[in-house]
């Protein structure tokens, strides 16, 4: 018997001996381990639900498996254990119903405490529209017309392609950094409305407990009010096709005065857009842009070479879209094609983005058709000023001598068609 | 013990199995129907955990490695499709096949053609759903959840999905059908409703919510379907739809499906634990109360898979209290589990092993089950690979150890043959550990933020994926001991008495090993029935 007690002893030394080395392999690993307690008030508070539910269940477990274990060192055969005949036992199966249901009432309290709040979306100060998009992310400022698309930062992209042997090291925040952060002020109370253009998507950012589904034709909303400046990063989390690894979050959040400006600079750089968009392009100007812009957008299915994928994504050479009728080409861009994976550009591409593209489509990848499609087109296209009766069959020469008559066009002004 | 039975088995006045390949392609009776079942979803097994390791291999390290993302997605579609409806189900509906006949004192099931033809389904179903992935238009990709609009994205292969998801359903429901008929009218006399072996209860219920849920699903893939190809809007806004109806539909039979693939593995645990304890099931009786309330309540919990789809605070409140509360018979069912190895005269076979192993990570996988219960953690957790663990815990650890503890516990009764015990306990440890190294990072990665359903992930998460990996393979590979000891235990070993084990009850140890073609023709004296029940 002293021998047994003997070896309990030391397995209960092990085991405390391996609790305490958790907690230091919790420091080295504390941001890989468990929730962020997050810098808002409601997400301090999902997490301090969590800790304690988990607490909870680690009592319930600690206790049934050890009773468990007890009892396969006490009542085995081996150790001449004669088996008892009991079976059943009216007043343990109503302690272990009641039990479990008391413990219940005091987790659902809390978790309905907060889960109230977090559906309060009253007395918020400003609405951030979110829209998902395969596979990008477009913000928009509601209240100050402000609004741009926000996507996995270039250098990243190009590093997580299948078999680009990268060093993934370099980068500090790999697959989590984007060309455009969302920038929002701290100390407010943002209302954030989600939808989304092509299929579900998830906005997710865990230091702000914000997830909400995207769901293309319906708005949904949450809330955030962020306490600290800083930079919290988030991922899609519903899946959305083939890059929904790669649509990463990031929230910068700022002083007031600071996103005060930030607003300023993008209504002032809203206003040289729009001039970009009237001027005259020339070819060469617009391929080496539209290549830059294809490379983006369109490289993950047509590929770079732009020979697609056979059965898949058809290839740009050769087809009879991006080496046929111009005008037909920019509307398959500007409205997709139902029932595939080609999304409607319109709404994602600015009309320099669209011009540039189909440029490039149609003078490299091995088309040489040698037409030109200026962004000032783009727009009227896109309104309805000018169609396809007597332009469909125009030729490059003669858009070039389109006029520009009417400049009423924005860039990314389809957004809003949603 | 077996006297009559042998008895009336030396009469030779019925035929034995056929020769040769018809034996399996014409047979209606239940044993052969049995073994195909369970032979199928081996094959299953090796098939989907195959995928699992391209999905593991590319989540090695961070990069993308191995495969294009887009058949990143194929791979973690079609291993959920294959391991639910090609592994966790057949092998279920294998095992009721071989064992409730023999459990009520039933000569063979009610409905044997339509037990033929359920079965030679399932072989054409999958062949039509893993081609798929060698069509132009690759494999299903938007998940096995289907949701729309993304699942609608797919090339022309969808056509064929959707076709096979149908045969897998009808399957389904017609052995389902047959169980009904068989425990409600082939019975022995005296084999009345509260003796029945807890694995002919929770089967039972089982087939009652296949028969509930699984016609919601064929409806809402047929929407699917004229979606795509007819026109309709069922499920996009644009034409007056709802993407979200269809998640509502689904999950109608999803949450259901879940209890599925779980109930008639409590059945199992429950056929064992007494018997290795050599001491009666703890609390019978509440034991079908329970699984009867789990099943009520799968109906009635669906949504909070939604929690993030936008609802009303009402319904996430409902849907979360709702959840909650199964947590109740279920720990119900844990904590009968326990009061029945208390005090008894407990051996580790390896059946056994499997069984406690059940509980054990069955109950971790229940306990963050209900920590997903919690809407405002849900939201947190929602999508990411906290859930993965968390089913896998339920899943794998789950049902498969159950199904793997059942093959232990009833090969003998099977082959007549004792499998190799010190390879089944080494199946036992190498699953064991690996299981736990495959999934209990998971934990981990996904309350630090890591979603699910992705081929690449940021540098953070590097080292709990890599060795998550090492599980996967570690798992993976131990499954070929399996695979051997069955093929060693079929081909000889052995010999197993009647009773196979010291403290087992129930009929079907009361016929002999192997169990003759035809079991029960005459059915078993009361004194017998009396005399093998919990």
């Given at each position: 018997?002293?021998?047994?007690?003997?070896?309990?002893?030391?397995?209960?030394?092990?085991?405390?001996?391996?609790?305490?080395?958790?907690?230091?392999?919790?420091?080295?690993?504390?941001?890989?381990?468990?929730?962020?307690?997050?810098?808002?008030?409601?997400?301090?508070?999902?997490?301090?639900?969590?800790?304690?539910?988990?607490?909870?269940?680690?009592?319930?477990?600690?206790?049934?498996?050890?009773?468990?274990?007890?009892?396969?060192?006490?009542?085995?055969?081996?150790?001449?254990?004669?088996?008892?005949?009991?079976?059943?036992?009216?007043?343990?199966?109503?302690?272990?119903?009641?039990?479990?249901?008391?413990?219940?009432?005091?987790?659902?309290?809390?978790?309905?405490?907060?889960?109230?709040?977090?559906?309060?979306?009253?007395?918020?100060?400003?609405?951030?529209?979110?829209?998902?998009?395969?596979?990008?992310?477009?913000?928009?400022?509601?209240?100050?017309?402000?609004?741009?698309?926000?996507?996995?930062?270039?250098?990243?992209?190009?590093?997580?392609?299948?078999?680009?042997?990268?060093?993934?090291?370099?980068?500090?925040?790999?697959?989590?950094?984007?060309?455009?952060?969302?920038?929002?002020?701290?100390?407010?109370?943002?209302?954030?409305?989600?939808?989304?253009?092509?299929?579900?998507?998830?906005?997710?950012?865990?230091?702000?407990?914000?997830?909400?589904?995207?769901?293309?034709?319906?708005?949904?909303?949450?809330?955030?009010?962020?306490?600290?400046?800083?930079?919290?990063?988030?991922?899609?989390?519903?899946?959305?096709?083939?890059?929904?690894?790669?649509?990463?979050?990031?929230?910068?959040?700022?002083?007031?005065?600071?996103?005060?400006?930030?607003?300023?600079?993008?209504?002032?750089?809203?206003?040289?857009?729009?001039?970009?968009?009237?001027?005259?392009?020339?070819?060469?100007?617009?391929?080496?842009?539209?290549?830059?812009?294809?490379?983006?957008?369109?490289?993950?299915?047509?590929?770079?070479?732009?020979?697609?994928?056979?059965?898949?994504?058809?290839?740009?050479?050769?087809?009879?879209?991006?080496?046929?009728?111009?005008?037909?080409?920019?509307?398959?861009?500007?409205?997709?094609?139902?029932?595939?994976?080609?999304?409607?550009?319109?709404?994602?591409?600015?009309?320099?983005?669209?011009?540039?593209?189909?440029?490039?489509?149609?003078?490299?990848?091995?088309?040489?058709?040698?037409?030109?499609?200026?962004?000032?087109?783009?727009?009227?296209?896109?309104?309805?000023?000018?169609?396809?009766?007597?332009?469909?069959?125009?030729?490059?020469?003669?858009?070039?001598?389109?006029?520009?008559?009417?400049?009423?066009?924005?860039?990314?002004?389809?957004?809003?068609?949603? | 013990?077996?006297?009559?039975?042998?008895?009336?088995?030396?009469?030779?006045?019925?035929?034995?199995?056929?020769?040769?390949?018809?034996?399996?392609?014409?047979?209606?009776?239940?044993?052969?129907?049995?073994?195909?079942?369970?032979?199928?979803?081996?094959?299953?097994?090796?098939?989907?955990?195959?995928?699992?390791?391209?999905?593991?291999?590319?989540?090695?390290?961070?990069?993308?490695?191995?495969?294009?993302?887009?058949?990143?997605?194929?791979?973690?579609?079609?291993?959920?499709?294959?391991?639910?409806?090609?592994?966790?189900?057949?092998?279920?509906?294998?095992?009721?096949?071989?064992?409730?006949?023999?459990?009520?004192?039933?000569?063979?099931?009610?409905?044997?053609?339509?037990?033929?033809?359920?079965?030679?389904?399932?072989p054409f179903a999958f062949t039509i759903m893993l081609s798929t992935l060698f069509m132009d238009s690759g494999g299903p990709a938007g998940g096995w959840t289907l949701y729309p609009p993304l699942t609608l994205?797919?090339?022309?292969?969808?056509?064929?999905?959707?076709?096979?998801?149908?045969?897998?359903?009808?399957?389904?429901?017609?052995?389902?059908?047959?169980?009904?008929?068989?425990?409600?009218?082939?019975?022995?006399?005296?084999?009345?409703?509260?003796?029945?072996?807890?694995?002919?209860?929770?089967?039972?219920?089982?087939?009652?919510?296949?028969?509930?849920?699984?016609?919601?699903?064929?409806?809402?893939?047929?929407?699917?379907?004229?979606?795509?190809?007819?026109?309709?809007?069922?499920?996009?806004?644009?034409?007056?739809?709802?993407?979200?109806?269809?998640?509502?539909?689904?999950?109608?039979?999803?949450?259901?499906?879940?209890?599925?693939?779980?109930?008639?593995?409590?059945?199992?645990?429950?056929?064992?634990?007494?018997?290795?304890?050599?001491?009666?099931?703890?609390?019978?009786?509440?034991?079908?109360?329970?699984?009867?309330?789990?099943?009520?309540?799968?109906?009635?919990?669906?949504?909070?898979?939604?929690?993030?789809?936008?609802?009303?605070?009402?319904?996430?409140?409902?849907?979360?209290?709702?959840?909650?509360?199964?947590?109740?018979?279920?720990?119900?069912?844990?904590?009968?589990?326990?009061?029945?190895?208390?005090?008894?005269?407990?051996?580790?076979?390896?059946?056994?092993?499997?069984?406690?192993?059940?509980?054990?990570?069955?109950?971790?996988?229940?306990?963050?089950?209900?920590?997903?219960?919690?809407?405002?953690?849900?939201?947190?957790?929602?999508?990411?690979?906290?859930?993965?663990?968390?089913?896998?815990?339920?899943?794998?650890?789950?049902?498969?150890?159950?199904?793997?503890?059942?093959?232990?516990?009833?090969?003998?009764?099977?082959?007549?043959?004792?499998?190799?015990?010190?390879?089944?306990?080494?199946?036992?440890?190498?699953?064991?550990?690996?299981?736990?190294?495959?999934?209990?990072?998971?934990?981990?990665v996904g309350l630090a933020g890591m979603p699910r359903r992705i081929p690449d992930y940021s540098l953070q998460f590097a080292d709990w994926n890599m060795i998550a990996s090492i599980g996967a393979f570690g798992?993976?590979?131990?499954?070929?001991?399996?695979?051997?000891?069955?093929?060693?235990?079929?081909?000889?070993?052995?010999?197993?008495?009647?009773?196979?084990?010291?403290?087992?009850?129930?009929?079907?140890?009361?016929?002999?090993?192997?169990?003759?073609?035809?079991?029960?023709?005459?059915?078993?004296?009361?004194?017998?029935?009396?005399?093998?029940?919990?």
């Amino acid at each position: 018997m002293s021998c047994s007690t003997r070896s309990v002893i030391a397995r209960l030394a092990a085991l405390i001996a391996l609790l305490c080395v958790l907690p230091a392999a919790y420091a080295g690993y504390g941001d890989a381990l468990n929730m962020p307690v997050g810098v808002t008030e409601v997400s301090r508070e999902v997490y301090g639900l969590h800790m304690l539910i988990f607490k909870i269940c680690v009592v319930i477990g600690a206790v049934v498996f050890g009773v468990m274990i007890y009892s396969m060192i006490y009542h085995r055969k081996s150790r001449g254990a004669k088996p008892a005949t009991f079976h059943e036992s009216t007043t343990a199966e109503i302690v272990w119903t009641v039990t479990p249901f008391v413990i219940l009432l005091f987790m659902a309290w809390p978790a309905a405490k907060v889960l109230i709040k977090m559906e309060d979306f009253s007395d918020s100060e400003m609405t951030v529209k979110i829209t998902g998009f395969q596979w990008r992310w477009h913000y928009d400022y509601i209240e100050e017309g402000v609004d741009y698309f926000s996507q996995l930062h270039p250098q990243h992209n190009e590093a997580r392609q299948l078999g680009s042997d990268t060093d993934l090291a370099q980068f500090d925040n790999y697959i989590k950094e984007v060309d455009n952060p969302l920038i929002l002020p701290v100390g407010k109370k943002i209302r954030f409305l989600h939808t989304a253009a092509d299929v579900i998507h998830a906005w997710w950012v865990p230091d702000l407990a914000v997830k909400k589904d995207s769901i293309p034709g319906f708005i949904n909303e949450n809330w955030a009010l962020i306490e600290e400046p800083g930079i919290y990063r988030g991922k899609c989390a519903e899946l959305c096709g083939r890059d929904h690894g790669f649509m990463p979050i990031v929230v910068k959040a700022v002083p007031q005065e600071e996103y005060d400006a930030f607003i300023a600079e993008k209504k002032a750089a809203g206003q040289s857009a729009h001039n970009e968009t009237t001027r005259q392009w020339d070819r060469a100007e617009l391929v080496a842009r539209g290549e830059e812009v294809y490379n983006r957008n369109c490289m993950g299915c047509h590929q770079q070479n732009g020979q697609g994928i056979p059965g898949m994504f058809p290839p740009i050479a050769g087809s009879d879209v991006a080496t046929g009728d111009i005008v037909a080409h920019l509307k398959t861009v500007l409205n997709g094609v139902d029932g595939t994976a080609m999304q409607a550009y319109g709404t994602l591409l600015s009309d320099v983005e669209l011009a540039s593209v189909i440029t490039y489509q149609r003078n490299s990848l091995g088309n040489a058709i040698g037409d030109v499609m200026q962004p000032y087109f783009v727009g009227q296209v896109r309104d309805g000023t000018s169609d396809s009766a007597p332009i469909a069959s125009a030729q490059a020469d003669e858009i070039d001598f389109l006029k520009i008559d009417d400049a009423s066009t924005e860039s990314e002004a389809g957004v809003d068609k949603l | 013990m077996s006297a009559y039975d042998t008895a009336h088995h030396d009469d030779h006045d019925h035929h034995g199995p056929a020769p040769g390949l018809t034996r399996w392609l014409y047979t209606t009776n239940h044993k052969d129907i049995g073994t195909l079942y369970l032979w199928f979803s081996l094959l299953m097994f090796f098939i989907g955990g195959a995928m699992a390791l391209i999905i593991r291999a590319e989540l090695f390290q961070p990069g993308i490695q191995i495969v294009d993302p887009m058949f990143f997605n194929s791979m973690t579609t079609m291993h959920a499709i294959v391991m639910i409806f090609g592994v966790v189900m057949p092998a279920f509906v294998g095992l009721a096949n071989w064992m409730i006949p023999m459990m009520i004192g039933a000569p063979d099931m009610a409905l044997p053609r339509l037990n033929n033809w359920s079965f030679w389904i399932m072989p054409f179903a999958f062949t039509i759903m893993l081609s798929t992935l060698f069509m132009d238009s690759g494999g299903p990709a938007g998940g096995w959840t289907l949701y729309p609009p993304l699942t609608l994205q797919m090339g022309d292969s969808f056509a064929f999905v959707i076709f096979a998801i149908h045969f897998m359903g009808i399957s389904s429901v017609m052995g389902s059908i047959n169980i009904v008929a068989t425990i409600f009218n082939m019975r022995a006399n005296g084999m009345t409703l509260m003796k029945m072996p807890l694995f002919v209860w929770t089967w039972l219920i089982t087939a009652f919510l296949l028969i509930a849920s699984i016609p919601v699903f064929a409806g809402a893939v047929t929407m699917l379907l004229t979606d795509r190809y007819f026109g309709t809007s069922f499920f996009s806004a644009a034409g007056g739809g709802d993407p979200v109806m269809f998640q509502h539909i689904f999950w109608f039979f999803g949450h259901p499906e879940v209890y599925i693939l779980i109930l008639p593995a409590f059945g199992v645990v429950s056929s064992i634990i007494p018997t290795f304890a050599r001491k009666p099931l703890f609390g019978y009786d509440s034991m079908v109360y329970a699984t009867a309330s789990i099943a009520f309540l799968s109906f009635i919990v669906w949504a909070h898979h939604m929690f993030t789809t936008g609802m009303p605070l009402a319904g996430e409140l409902f849907f979360m209290f709702s959840t909650m509360m199964i947590s109740v018979p279920t720990g119900v069912k844990v904590f009968n589990w326990v009061a029945t190895m208390w005090r008894g005269s407990m051996t580790f076979e390896t059946p056994m092993l499997f069984a406690i192993g059940f509980v054990v990570m069955f109950t971790i996988g229940g306990l963050s089950g209900l920590m997903l219960a919690i809407t405002p953690a849900d939201i947190q957790y929602h999508d990411t690979y906290f859930v993965v663990a968390h089913f896998h815990y339920v899943l794998v650890p789950g049902a498969i150890f159950s199904l793997i503890a059942a093959t232990y516990y009833w090969i003998p009764k099977w082959t007549g043959n004792m499998y190799d015990e010190k390879l089944g306990k080494i199946h036992f440890w190498t699953s064991t550990i690996f299981v736990n190294v495959l999934f209990f990072p998971m934990h981990f990665v996904g309350l630090a933020g890591m979603p699910r359903r992705i081929p690449d992930y940021s540098l953070q998460f590097a080292d709990w994926n890599m060795i998550a990996s090492i599980g996967a393979f570690g798992f993976g590979f131990a499954q070929i001991i399996f695979v051997w000891v069955v093929y060693k235990c079929v081909r000889g070993g052995e010999k197993a008495t009647d009773e196979v084990w010291e403290g087992a009850v129930g009929l079907e140890w009361t016929v002999p090993s192997p169990a003759p073609y035809h079991t029960f023709e005459e059915p078993p004296p009361l004194a017998v029935i009396n005399k093998n029940h919990f």
